[in-house]
């Protein structure tokens, strides 16, 4: 007998989206988009009979959470009653004191792990989880779990980094690969990373299915969650795109234009995708001066969020700095310090382009 579950992390319900603020209020349109996500992978779940729903952590930001909301979830999980639901708490929803998880009455058909490693056993598989107490985690002891019965499906539901390397990343639950093999579970539903990673690799069974919806420009592309159906020889998983929106990064060669307003008419003419929050990157050589702040002001297309400029004077700096004066000097100073490679590129060709405008005027 097949099993199927949907399985998903990273919701962040209730995160204040400061980016997309910036851009009239978007951030309150994104958290609207987030309960329609939500609602999306409800609607999946009735309309196809899933058995199995895991949320491997981080469903809400435990600093902004709202009790409404709270309930608008529970409110959608009492829509599929004979589903079973397994939330393991992450580092951004802890299960601490007065949190929703220890606060708030969950439908029935919920069941909320805690920092002590446990296990519910259903008629056909056993589901094991353990959760985050804390913002921080160093570990949950996960290699020490037994699986009771390895006759049955076994699946393991948690939050943290595996194979992470950097010292941040010890400090969410760090998880090595190869111990987690040894364990011999079935399926092993993670969360904490918002990169989709299944079917990297043939009969997969550790996996991220990244963030739900995709949290801003460091998450490109589609997001959504992860369809798995499993028995005690196979398993098959598929994803299921669940953001009507992507964020996507754009560059614009601005090399033949000559004026800020030349410039606002070619954004404003761009033809892009309403489904889409884009980074616009301006490249090239430039033939004046560009304030990306302001510039974005004069930007009447809402889904362009941020601009970033990567362009270039467009000048001989190298004639320049033969110049036995301040100009001169300055910019023989600067191209040493790039040539030295010991500062970042981008900085020094800041701080170039802003001292070539002091000593100009």
């Not at 076994?154 to 093999?181: A, C, D, Q, S, V």
């Not at 090239?284 to 601009?307: A, P, R, S, V, W």
């Amino acid at each position: 007998m097949n099993l199927k579950f949907i399985h998903m992390a990273d919701m962040h319900f209730d995160m204040p989206f400061t980016v997309l603020n910036s851009r009239n209020k978007l951030g309150d349109k994104r958290r609207l988009e987030q309960r329609e996500a939500f609602k999306k992978v409800i609607e999946y779940i009735k309309e196809n009979n899933i058995e199995y729903l895991f949320i491997a952590g981080d469903l809400y930001e435990n600093e902004y959470i709202r009790k409404t909301t709270i309930e608008y979830i529970n409110n959608l999980f009492k829509e599929i009653p004979t589903t079973k639901i397994f939330i393991t708490p992450g580092n951004h929803d802890p299960y601490i004191n007065n949190s929703m998880y220890k606060d708030f009455n969950w439908n029935e058909n919920v069941h909320i792990f805690n920092s002590k490693i446990s296990v519910i056993e259903a008629k056909d598989c056993d589901i094991y989880g353990v959760g985050f107490d804390d913002f921080y985690c160093k570990g949950l002891g996960i290699e020490n779990i037994k699986i009771k019965n390895k006759e049955k499906i076994n699946i393991l539901i948690t939050h943290g980094t595996l194979n992470g390397g950097t010292i941040e990343n010890m400090e969410y639950n760090p998880l090595n690969k190869t111990m987690l093999n040894k364990l011999g579970f079935d399926y092993i539903a993670l969360g904490h990373i918002h990169k989709l990673d299944y079917n990297n690799e043939e009969n997969q069974r550790i996996v991220y299915p990244g963030s739900t919806i995709s949290m801003g420009f460091d998450e490109l592309g589609s997001h959504g969650v992860v369809l798995g159906e499993i028995n005690k020889e196979d398993i098959k998983l598929d994803f299921l795109k669940i953001d009507n929106k992507e964020f996507q990064e754009i560059e614009l060669d601005i090399s033949d234009i000559n004026s800020i307003e030349e410039l606002i008419e070619k954004i404003n003419n761009l033809e892009l995708d309403k489904n889409a929050y884009y980074k616009l990157i301006l490249i090239g050589d430039k033939n004046f001066e560009i304030n990306t702040y302001k510039l974005i002001d004069f930007i009447l297309n809402e889904n362009i969020i941020k601009i970033k400029n990567r362009t270039k004077i467009k000048i001989n700096l190298e004639e320049i700095s033969k110049n036995n004066n301040l100009k001169g000097l300055f910019v023989k100073e600067i191209l040493e310090e790039l040539n030295k490679n010991n500062y970042d590129k981008n900085l020094l060709q800041n701080a170039l382009e802003i001292g070539l405008e002091i000593i100009n005027n």
